[in-house]
């Protein structure tokens, strides 16, 4: 009996959102969510309580947040889960802060696993369930208090009661400083590792998960460590692994050091891009083996060159790998 307890279910590959194109979808058939500033998480957790973390592409997370271990073993009540969801960390107004979460490390602030879907109870999937039905699920389960696991609120016809619309909603959104929402349709199924049009994000700003290729040394201030970043993603089509352009800002000095002591290893004598690196983002390149993720924010991506323009660092990405990382489409305007 005891080791039926200890028997962690399987992980389950995370149902992903599809862009809106810039139309936020309204209406009573369709749920929303904000959109969290973290890393995405499978967390399943046995009857006793035993914990596994798997990030988005299968990568295990369990000993890099040891404090979410065991987090949901009063709730469940002795039974196995599956639960869907976000690891943050939260800023002093209890916002998910993505620079906090890449760095606590440093300030020993402890995550939150924001669990937005339940995929499994006990012997029971919920795969088949539709999304009102296990949101109601995972509302019962009564969360502990303590921050370590939130159940965040999602809206739908309450919106009009709370004097709101889903376009109000965004706003509330923007002045909590979050990325935008989800929208999600109330009858969808949970389909594991696809793509679904049944769920749609509508971002406030756009990021991009890009491969780092290489780096130049910066002048001033960052003489004799980072100064940008060369940035890559994969075509769609090839696979050839495209320069999109580099970032310069957005770093703080501890990632600059970070950075530095992670890419020193990698270094490489040509370039890993398929394509050429214009002469003046080239010279003096260190080129690196395009073995790691990060993050940037943009402006705009430009169709013919296939540049991002106004970049900016987010940070690492830990949990994505390489070989999944593509080059974005042109977008509509955001709003």
Same mark, same amino acid.
Request: net charge negative.
């Given at each position: 009996? =005891?080791?039926?307890?200890?028997?962690?279910?399987?992980?389950?590959?995370?149902?992903?959102? /599809?862009?809106? $194109?810039?139309?936020?979808?309204?209406?009573? =058939?369709?749920?929303?969510?904000?959109?969290? @500033?973290?890393?995405?998480?499978?967390?399943?957790?046995? $009857?006793?309580?035993? &914990?596994?973390?798997?990030?988005?592409?299968?990568?295990?997370? /369990?000993?890099?947040?040891?404090?979410?271990?065991?987090?949901?073993?009063?709730?469940?009540?002795?039974?196995?889960?599956?639960?869907?969801?976000?690891?943050?960390?939260?800023?002093?107004?209890?916002?998910?802060?993505?620079?906090?979460? +890449?760095?606590?490390?440093?300030?020993?602030?402890?995550?939150?696993?924001?669990?937005?879907?339940?995929?499994?109870?006990?012997? &029971?999937?919920?795969?088949?369930? %539709?999304?009102?039905?296990?949101?109601?699920?995972?509302?019962?389960?009564? %969360?502990?208090?303590?921050?370590?696991?939130?159940?965040?609120?999602?809206?739908?016809?309450?919106?009009? *009661?709370?004097?709101?619309?889903?376009?109000?909603?965004? $706003?509330?959104?923007? @002045?909590?400083?979050? *990325?935008?929402?989800?929208?999600?349709?109330?009858?969808?199924?949970?389909?594991? #590792?696809?793509?679904?049009?049944?769920?749609?994000?509508?971002?406030?700003?756009?990021?991009?998960?890009?491969?780092?290729?290489?780096?130049?040394? $910066?002048?001033?201030?960052?003489?004799? /460590?980072?100064?940008?970043?060369?940035?890559?993603?994969?075509?769609?089509?090839? #696979?050839?692994?495209?320069?999109?352009?580099?970032?310069?800002?957005?770093?703080?000095?501890?990632?600059?050091?970070?950075?530095?002591?992670?890419?020193?290893?990698?270094?490489?004598?040509?370039?890993?891009?398929?394509?050429?690196?214009?002469?003046?983002?080239?010279?003096?390149?260190?080129?690196?083996?395009?073995?790691?993720?990060?993050?940037?924010?943009?402006? +705009?991506? &430009?169709?013919?060159?296939?540049?991002?323009?106004?970049?900016?660092?987010?940070?690492?990405?830990?949990?994505?790998?390489?070989?999944?990382?593509?080059?974005?489409? %042109?977008?509509?305007?955001?709003?």
């Amino acid at each position: 009996m =005891a080791q039926e307890e200890s028997r962690v279910p399987p992980a389950v590959e995370p149902m992903l959102a /599809t862009p809106d $194109g810039g139309r936020l979808v309204e209406g009573p =058939a369709y749920a929303y969510e904000f959109k969290w @500033d973290g890393y995405r998480a499978i967390m399943c957790v046995a $009857g006793d309580g035993t &914990t596994v973390l798997t990030s988005r592409n299968g990568i295990d997370f /369990t000993q890099r947040y040891p404090e979410l271990a065991g987090v949901m073993t009063d709730p469940l009540d002795g039974r196995a889960a599956v639960l869907d969801g976000e690891i943050v960390a939260l800023d002093e107004h209890g916002r998910p802060d993505f620079e906090l979460l +890449q760095h606590r490390r440093l300030t020993s602030r402890p995550v939150s696993f924001l669990a937005f879907d339940i995929l499994r109870l006990g012997e &029971t999937s919920l795969l088949d369930r %539709p999304y009102d039905d296990r949101r109601g699920v995972l509302a019962h389960l009564e %969360p502990t208090s303590d921050l370590a696991v939130i159940t965040p609120a999602y809206r739908h016809t309450d919106l009009a *009661e709370l004097g709101l619309s889903p376009s109000a909603l965004l $706003g509330v959104a923007a @002045d909590m400083g979050l *990325e935008g929402l989800v929208v999600k349709a109330r009858t969808s199924r949970y389909y594991p #590792g696809r793509r679904s049009p049944e769920w749609l994000k509508h971002p406030l700003i756009r990021t991009q998960e890009v491969i780092i290729g290489g780096w130049r040394f $910066g002048q001033g201030r960052r003489d004799g /460590t980072i100064g940008a970043l060369l940035l890559g993603a994969h075509d769609r089509t090839s #696979g050839d692994l495209l320069y999109l352009g580099d970032v310069g800002t957005g770093f703080t000095d501890q990632a600059l050091h970070d950075l530095h002591e992670l890419l020193a290893p990698l270094e490489q004598p040509r370039s890993p891009f398929a394509n050429d690196v214009p002469r003046d983002r080239a010279r003096g390149a260190h080129w690196v083996r395009p073995r790691m993720v990060g993050e940037v924010v943009y402006r +705009q991506f &430009t169709p013919r060159e296939r540049r991002l323009r106004h970049t900016a660092w987010r940070g690492l990405r830990p949990d994505r790998r390489p070989e999944d990382i593509f080059a974005p489409v %042109p977008h509509q305007p955001i709003g």
